[in-house]
Nanobody
Framework: VQLQASGGGLVQTGGSLRLSCAAS????????MGWFRQAPGKDREFVAA????????IYQDSVTGRFTVSRDNAEKMVYLQMNSLKLEDTGIYYC?????????????????WGQGTQVTVSS
C-alpha cells in the first residue's frame, strides 16, 4: 500500500486549497486516515483525521472551522479542503494511515505515510 499526496501550492492569505491523497492497495477502506503538517524548523503536527467510513472527523483546534477532511473509499482518496488560509498554515502536508480503530492525533500511531505536498501561504 502506498499513499500519494498532491494539491499543494502557493496561495495568498485567505485563499483556499484542496489537498488530495491517493491510496493504492485493497485495504484503504479498513482504516482511519489523517493529515499532518510540518513547518520549517518545527515538529510534525496533527491537522485532521477521519474514520474508515468517512465519519467522526477530528481537527487541530487552529484549523477547526477552516479545514474539512473527507474521503471517498470507492476512489481510495482522502481530501483536505483548506479555506481561509493563514501564514501559519504553511508547511509540508502529509497524509497517513493508522491501524487503530478510531482516528488519532498522535503521529506515532500512524504506520504508513505519503511523501508530502508543500503548501505555502503568502501575505
Amino acid at each position: 500500500v502506498q499513499l500519494q499526496a498532491s494539491g499543494g501550492g502557493l496561495v495568498q492569505t485567505g485563499g483556499s486549497l484542496r489537498l488530495s491523497c491517493a491510496a493504492s492497495g485493497r485495504t484503504f477502506s479498513s482504516y482511519p486516515m489523517g493529515w499532518f503538517r510540518q513547518a520549517p524548523g518545527k515538529d510534525r503536527e496533527f491537522v485532521a483525521a477521519i474514520d474508515k467510513n468517512g465519519y467522526n472527523p477530528i481537527y487541530q483546534d487552529s484549523v477547526t472551522g477552516r479545514f474539512t477532511v473527507s474521503r471517498d473509499n470507492a476512489e481510495k482518496m482522502v481530501y483536505l479542503q483548506m479555506n481561509s488560509l493563514k501564514l501559519e498554515d504553511t508547511g509540508i502536508y502529509y497524509c497517513a494511515r493508522t491501524r487503530r480503530w478510531s482516528p488519532a492525533r498522535e503521529a506515532g500511531l500512524y504506520d504508513l505515510w505519503g511523501q508530502g505536498t508543500q503548501v505555502t501561504v503568502s501575505s
